[in-house]
């Protein structure tokens, strides 16, 4: 099972798109773990969306449309919709 996920850091205003086999150690690793990378510059991050796929090709594709402005303006939505 691959899930493709968004992180907002409400601090700085950043979103980060991601898919992971193994979500609870990807957040782990963004929020207090990883020593080198973008997503560290912007701590803390808050999970704001997760979708399941079986297969790590339907998570990349899904990964690939939500990185587009199309796809981070869907998500920013979700982001001002839970506030």
């Given amino acids: 099972m691959f899930t493709v996920y968004a992180l907002h850091s409400p601090e700085h205003n950043k979103i980060y798109i991601g898919y992971t086999s193994n979500l609870q150690q990807r957040l782990l690793s963004h929020n207090t773990l990883a020593q080198k990378g973008w997503t560290i510059k912007y701590r803390p991050w ?35 919709n839970s506030n």
């Avoid at 704001?48 to 690939?64: D, I, M, P, W, Y």
Wanted: positive net charge; hydrophobic residues 35%; aromatic residues 2%.
């Fill in 46 to 80: 808050i999970l704001v969306h997760t979708e399941q796929f079986n297969s790590k090709g339907e998570a990349l594709k899904r990964e690939k449309q939500l990185k587009t402005a199309k796809g981070r303006e869907q998500i920013r939505s979700i982001i001002a």
